[in-house]
């Protein structure tokens, strides 16, 4: 089983919608992090959580929301998507020490016509 | 805010051929990040170096970190198809922050 698990696999949806994507992790990992992917941009960090009590905007979080459910759970929402939302999202998680690498899911592919 | 460059941005080798991919930071680096992605899938990640001058190996994969420079270099020693793929370096920008900045990856084919 993945370590870290993102669902959906792949979204379809309609400018407007609300949408969820979940994120859950079994490496005992306390940072948690969602980024967005375009082509030929690299990799943006939307929103960061170093605890369940603590939640952090990212470069890019201007139209999206984050819930940490538990210390195992962080889900990322857009409360009314838009085209430009149209993206490969990320979920990531890390140890809490110093110079930790980020473990990620395998992504969720979201497409907002 | 820092940024990170990475030259290549795409690079088609044969099979058997050496290559190398460099990342270059606008700011001191406090740790350089190599991981990999599979068109369409997750970022496994590669090494991790932390000081100047450190090398790293992963099978046929060695990073450098020249801090000297803000640059870091991966090479791959006799290519092979299953290298192919998007390499991206991270840094965390301030150090300890927990948060990645990346580059834009290079794509790199490899053709038997």
């Known amino acids: 089983d993945a370590d870290v698990t993102q669902t959906p696999r792949n979204r379809i949806t309609k400018t407007g919608k609300r949408i969820m994507l979940e994120c859950s992790q079994t490496?005992?990992?306390?940072?948690m992090y969602w980024y967005r992917q375009d082509p030929g941009l690299g990799l943006q960090l939307i929103y960061y959580s170093f605890d369940v009590k603590d939640i952090n905007k990212g470069e890019i979080s201007d139209g999206y929301s984050v819930s940490r459910q538990a210390q195992a759970k962080f889900s990322l929402s857009l409360e009314s998507a838009i085209p430009n939302q149209t993206a490969l999202y990320f979920c990531?998680?890390?140890?809490?020490?110093?110079?930790?690498?980020?473990?990620f899911g395998d992504g969720t592919r979201l497409s907002i016509l | 805010s820092q940024e990170l460059e990475q030259s290549p941005q795409s690079l088609i080798v044969q099979e058997g051929k050496n290559l190398t991919i460099n990342c270059t930071s606008s700011k001191t680096l406090y740790g350089l990040y190599w991981y990999k992605q599979k068109y369409g899938e997750g970022l496994i990640f590669l090494m991790m170096l932390q000081k100047g001058g450190e090398e790293k190996s992963h099978e046929k994969i060695t990073a450098k970190l020249d801090e000297k420079k803000q640059q870091s270099s991966l090479h791959i020693t006799a290519s092979q198809p299953s290298h192919a793929g998007i390499y991206l370096c991270g840094a965390d920008g301030s150090g300890n922050t927990g948060k990645l900045i990346f580059g834009q990856g290079t794509t790199l084919q490899v053709k038997p």
């Open positions: 490496k005992g990992h306390d940072r």
């Open positions: 990531a998680t890390s140890g809490s020490g110093s110079n930790q690498p980020q473990h």
